[in-house]
């Protein structure tokens, strides 16, 4: 039988990720004390025991937040002047969010979050308590907003300090279930690491970030959450392309929630600044409250809480791929201690499989391609053991090939799988099929049909990759692979595939059509696809109707996605 030629780049991208850590192993060294990391996890320090004493609430006058579980442990700046500046010794500044002069409008809240996360009853959006807060208008009982500093390497250089230019971090929320999370608002005006901005956002990017943000949670994919859009009339101005054409666009914030928003340019700043001692303050804070099985009494703690960095963030990595996501922006500064999707920017799903592709249109070296994350991966974790210097554990992932294992529907293990895959990757690659309906597709389509290369048009993924010369070997691989699944059935396959392949994820067409419209003050697309994307696995009638399953419109093939947000 033959076999196409060339070696698909995710099938290099299989090996990268399952030596992430043996790649840095060797070439720092590493003790071998570490050679057995225990399962990450997540969650705060907090009382695991933690009872539900907190009811759900449509009224501010008895919810709260917290700024002092940070301030009492982490340094504040001594100059309380919220002015541009190069700061120094602390890891926040006191800012104060700057209010819209024009009306605002709620555009869409996530209900999940309010309800589930922050322990308000979605009716609470409906009060002008709730409208003040996500818009920057005033703060509640118990916050000082915060803006944090921080560093990082941008496109491969160190470009010294950034920080929060145009965010406010209004506190920490404990909720019913002791869970600790962190409000940020973007877009809520200047602070001392604005630099050259203007501290705000545009609805253009607000949208996109709050519809990708929960639909990446819905997906299963690590990922800050979005609680609120609101947007302004007050005027922002960008030049979206960077092509020297500024444009009046609308300002707009977005409240978001994570368990932390410390990412890798956090340390880099400190070990860049000298601040060392501040330096193993700020890690033992981020050990204590966010990963409760590293031992604090440990000498060694430092490395093994690095490990754990490194190999969650191979597994959000995996996780990114095995959905054609790409981030757009992989800086140190945009990547999580915590191993979770931060700062969406110009980020976008594949669509056509294709290797090269790059969601943002001032990546000019095409650094940040989609095939490009795991070795960006890499660069970045260098740079945070270039903070550290520490060493960590030589076990190997196979969290990739596992998961393309099961978007395939096989069970069990056998040697010939990564060729099975990197061979369908590769058909995809020249073909240019459409990564997620392809494999949805192999969800719906009956064995029968594949075997009988009957392939119906409501199958149209499959189709374009059947235009491929080597289809039919691939499918004759396939089957017999699927026919060594003990105790399996064709239904029962279609059904486990379905639950881990998507059919609906926030296309960059989708987005700028929900855009479009809600620059009109037209919000129904946005609430449209919020609800569509919180059942991105489940057919879904209203978004068959909106064609959100279909090939993309024509005039989605020349849609470009900016950097300016």
Not at 116 to 145: A, C, Y
Request: hydrophobic share 40%.
């Amino acid at each position: 039988m033959s076999r196409p030629h060339g070696v698909p780049w995710l099938l290099t991208w299989v090996v990268l990720i399952c030596q992430t850590g043996c790649c840095l192993l060797d070439s720092i060294g590493a003790a071998e004390s570490f050679s057995h990391v225990r399962p990450f996890s997540n969650k705060s320090n907090l009382d695991q025991g933690y009872c539900e004493r907190k009811r759900k609430t449509n009224s501010f006058s008895t919810w709260s937040l917290s700024s002092e579980s940070l301030i009492a442990t982490l340094p504040v700046d001594t100059i309380p002047e919220n002015s541009i500046r190069k700061v120094r010794d602390c890891i926040f500044s006191v800012a104060y969010p700057t209010p819209f002069i024009s009306r605002v409008l709620l555009v869409a809240v996530s209900k999940d979050v309010l309800e589930g996360i922050l322990d308000l009853d979605v009716s609470v959006k409906e009060t002008d308590d709730f409208l003040q807060l996500v818009s920057g208008g005033k703060v509640v009982l118990g916050s000082i907003p915060l803006a944090h500093r921080y560093g990082g390497h941008q496109f491969g250089s160190w470009a010294g300090q950034l920080g929060d230019g145009r965010a406010h971090l209004l506190g920490v929320y404990t909720n019913r279930y002791g869970e600790r999370w962190e409000l940020q608002l973007k877009g809520s005006g200047k602070t001392p690491y604005s630099r050259n901005g203007d501290g705000r956002a545009v609805l253009r990017s607000s949208v996109r970030e709050f519809l990708c943000s929960e639909a990446m949670h819905y997906l299963g994919i690590p990922t800050s959450r979005a609680a609120s859009l609101v947007v302004s009339n007050d005027d922002v101005w960008r030049d979206q392309f960077y092509n020297g054409s500024v444009k009046k666009e609308r300002g707009a914030i977005v409240l978001r929630v994570a368990q932390s928003w410390f990412r890798i340019g956090s340390l880099e700043i400190l070990a860049h600044s000298g601040e060392l001692d501040l330096q193993r303050t700020l890690l033992d804070f981020v050990i204590q409250e966010h990963f409760p099985s590293v031992n604090m009494n440990d000498s060694n703690r430092y490395l093994d809480f690095f490990s754990r960095v490194v190999l969650e963030t191979a597994n959000l990595i995996a996780l990114w791929m095995s959905v054609g996501f790409a981030h757009g922006v992989c800086n140190t500064d945009n990547f999580s201690l915590l191993s979770i999707t931060i700062d969406y920017g110009p980020f976008g799903f594949m669509e056509s499989y294709d290797p090269n592709f790059v969601p943002n249109t001032s990546d000019d070296e095409r650094r940040y391609k989609i095939g490009n994350q795991a070795n960006v991966g890499m660069f970045n974790l260098n740079k945070l053991f270039q903070a550290l210097k520490p060493v960590l554990d030589r076990r190997q992932k196979k969290l990739f090939t596992e998961l393309f294992r099961a978007k395939l529907g096989l069970l069990g293990e056998n040697e010939d799988d990564n060729y099975l895959i990197a061979f369908l990757l590769k058909l995809m690659e020249d073909t240019k099929a459409d990564f997620t309906m392809a494999f949805r597709h192999l969800s719906e389509i009956t064995q029968d049909q594949l075997k009988e290369l009957r392939i119906p048009q409501e199958f149209w993924a499959l189709q374009d990759l059947a235009k491929h010369k080597f289809f039919s070997d691939w499918i004759t691989i396939y089957l017999l692979r699927l026919g060594r699944n003990m105790g399996d059935s064709d239904s029962t396959r279609r059904k486990r595939m379905t639950a881990v392949n998507p059919r609906y994820i926030l296309r960059n067409w989708m987005a700028e059509s929900a855009i479009q419209k809600a620059k009109m003050n037209d919000f129904s697309e946005v609430h449209l696809l919020q609800e569509v994307l919180q059942h991105p696995f489940q057919r879904q009638a209203a978004a068959e109707k909106a064609g959100y399953s279909l090939r993309p419109p024509s005039w989605a093939k020349d849609l470009k996605v900016s950097c300016s947000s």
